[in-house]
């Protein structure tokens, strides 16, 4: 059953404390376990990320030029294990976590990734209910993407995928797990949890996080093929952000009907995705905080997106 979790890192290090933490409280053998940490923050390696020993801990540098592809196929190549679990360096798993991976993984020879749904506490503030609502759109079901937060897989797998693509620096999760579908199923599952322990609390903090989010969603284009599906999240948010602006360019030049119409198109999806969200949502948030995240976000996204074209765009924390 060995299992290697590969952690890419940098920064934030009490969020890698509570992720390892997390990998520790597994309810299986923990001599089966190794946890790989490849941190882009030299002070990690003289950090003490195990005070209880219970687990075999590696930990490796690697440069700031790397993308985050590139620390978790690093990851792989220090891996011995049979089985391989990527993990961000923010994530916080349930205690049943390994045990029900290798449940829904061996339950179908075709299947070639399992990932656990998101939980988020009572109190937690309406962004991250609504971020978790959104990853949990669809449960208990073979899906079409799968989010790079917590990968369960064969290393077997991992090398007929052939590895994350390195000249991304971010939706390599979109483009690994495309990969992964053209393989196998890929199954998101309501068993076992996770709680991101890093995710957006405010929408300031979203707006600057998606503008990095996006600056990869043309290059990720590149080499595939691009479902209908898909579609939509590259087309909507430069879309509506275009509107918005012909609009405020219209109002500037005394043009109000033109305002009023660009403005309206700008509405339209985005009052058909804050309905769709409202009636997933299970975690009991208000239509207008929805309304204000894709306000926010589908402006952001639009951003990076054209941001991207021109340069890279580097984060503190991964």
């Known amino acids: 059953m060995h299992v290697s979790f590969i952690i890419p890192h940098k920064g934030r290090f009490e969020m890698l404390i509570q992720t390892i933490e997390s990998v520790a409280k597994q309810a299986v053998d923990l001599t089966q ?22 687990l075999t801990i590696k930990t490796y540098f690697r440069p700031e ?18 089985y391989l679990a ?4 923010d994530i916080y798993l349930s205690t049943n976590w390994i045990e029900q991976m290798l449940h829904t993984l061996q339950n179908d020879p075709n299947r070639i990734i399992s990932s656990a749904m998101q939980v ?4 937690a503030p309406p962004l991250e209910k609504i971020r978790t609502s959104l990853s949990n759109a669809e449960l208990d079901t073979e899906v079409a993407f799968l989010p ?5 897989l064969t290393r077997e797998a991992f090398h007929r995928i052939g590895g994350f693509p390195e000249h991304l620096l971010t939706c390599e999760d979109y483009y ?16 076992a949890n996770y709680i991101h322990l890093g995710e957006d609390k405010t929408l300031k903090g979203m707006f600057d996080k998606e503008i990095w989010r996006g600056q990869s969603n ?19 948010p430069p879309a509506i952000f275009l509107c918005i602006f012909c609009s405020l360019i219209a109002l500037c030049f005394g ?19 804050t309905s769709r969200l409202y009636k997933l949502d299970k975690l009991h948030v208000s239509f207008l905080h929805v309304l204000a995240f894709y306000t926010v976000y589908f402006p952001a996204r639009a951003i990076g997106t054209f941001a991207g074209i021109f340069k890279s765009i580097r984060t503190k924390n991964i």
Request: glycine share 4%; net charge neutral; proline share 4%.
């Open 148 to 152: 790079g937060r917590n990968l369960f």
């Open 176 to 191: 690994f797990t495309d990969k992964a579908a053209q393989l196998g199923t890929l199954f998101y599952t309501s068993s």
């Open 86 to 89: 990527f993990l961000d360096a």
């Open 255 to 273: 043009q109000a009907a033109a305002a009023i119409t660009f403005l309206t198109l700008a509405l339209i999806p985005l009052l058909a995705y």
């Open 120 to 123: 988020c506490k009572e109190n």
């Open 218 to 236: 043309l290059k990720s284009i590149e080499g595939r093929r691009i479902p209908l599906r898909e579609w939509p999240s590259f087309v909507v």
């Open 65 to 82: 030029s790397e993308t985050i592809s590139a620390l978790r196929n690093y990851g792989e190549t220090q891996a011995s294990g049979k």
């Open 33 to 54: 376990i190794e946890v790989i940490v490849v941190s882009q923050t030299p002070e990690a390696l003289n950090q003490t990320l195990n005070e209880n020993a219970k």
